[in-house]
């Protein structure tokens, strides 16, 4: 059993492989290295046609990023899975709730998911930060109704839920957006190690090297 | 925005919105549920005909569970998705050495990923228990080279490692297993929550509720 045991030399080696895959689709520098690493996420080439994004989503995140923007999640995931020391360095930090004993007991109470109670509950203090969500359409759909009905304005909106019931459109709803800056996947492909994947792009695009 | 709210409703909505691609592939009725529930993690229905598992795998899987095995992981992500209220309720606790700091000397030293050092540091304490590896091939093939050197047997490996670099490789060569018990998915795709899907969908087998 002979393979490849040097990390840099396996994220080389991968980069190069997605390459071919993103010919064509007039991507920006960074766009290429964010694709890329989303891709290299799920294993997955076929991404390379359904991945979306507002021409200006990188760059508003870097600049959040740069200026010490926290992140905010659906899940569990999604936080263990964005580089947190990384994040620390620029002075932001990731907030998630779904563990949380009153978030818990208002999804009970109003028979909602947990991360759809917990979006509601960050509320506001979204404002200027970075959302990210890997798994629940039900997340990404609360806070798209923020956006529209509470004038919520995040930095960049990461929605990468997954599954087959409401994933698919709360993506599509996402990718309408114009007043919030977005990076999604159509369909009903996604996950946490994909939206974790999109925000450590970014912040390893800012020094161009890994923190 | 209309959308399904309620957890219960969107797990089951899910669940029949994937049979239909498990139809001709003759699986039990287990393994129907261990099948769903990887499929959901990805939202991909093309995984239906690329999971292969060995003819024992839940059964061996099952019994290791609820006789309290412990869950070796080769990344923090996994442990994450890994429902370790449930697990506890068996006796069993899940375990992570990635971040491990004498783990990530010898990574270094060695030029080795660090998951593959952490799974050299485990060794023998893996006997029994059950193996979920969600992202690193190095780590997979690491394991595999103790079964084969070092003769140890775990209760059941689950390799879903994902990406271009090694991954299709070390689950193919996973699939060979004919000592240990292996769940596994073909190709590149895979990745931590499918990994953390099929230990989780066996643990919700045993008393057929969530813990």
Do not use: W
Not at 132 to 151: C, K, S, W, Y
């Amino acid at each position: 059993m002979d393979f490849i045991k040097q990390p840099m030399e396996i994220e080389n080696r991968s980069m190069e492989i997605i390459a071919p895959h993103l010919e064509g689709l007039n991507l920006s520098p960074e766009q290429v290295k964010v694709y890329s690493r989303l891709i290299h996420a799920a294993g997955d080439v076929d991404y390379a046609p359904i991945i979306k994004m507002s021409a200006d989503a990188i760059e508003q995140a870097m600049t959040a990023l740069k200026g010490g923007c926290d992140i905010y999640t659906d899940v569990e995931m999604v936080r263990t899975g964005i580089n947190k020391r990384k994040l620390a360095s620029f002075g932001g930090q990731v907030h998630c709730l779904i563990a949380d004993e009153e978030v818990a007991k208002t999804a009970k109470e109003q028979g909602i998911t947990r991360s759809m109670a917990a979006m509601r509950k960050f509320g506001q203090e979204m404002n200027g930060a970075i959302i990210a969500i890997g798994n629940a359409p039900t997340a990404l759909f609360e806070v798209l109704r923020q956006v529209e009905e509470e004038n919520l304005r995040p930095a960049c909106i990461v929605g990468i839920p997954v599954g087959f019931v409401g994933a698919a459109d709360s993506k599509a709803e996402l990718a309408k957006q114009e007043t919030v800056p977005f990076i999604t996947v159509e369909g009903t492909k996604g996950g946490s190690p994909i939206a974790a994947a999109a925000v450590n792009a970014m912040m390893y695009l800012i020094n161009n090297n890994r923190g």
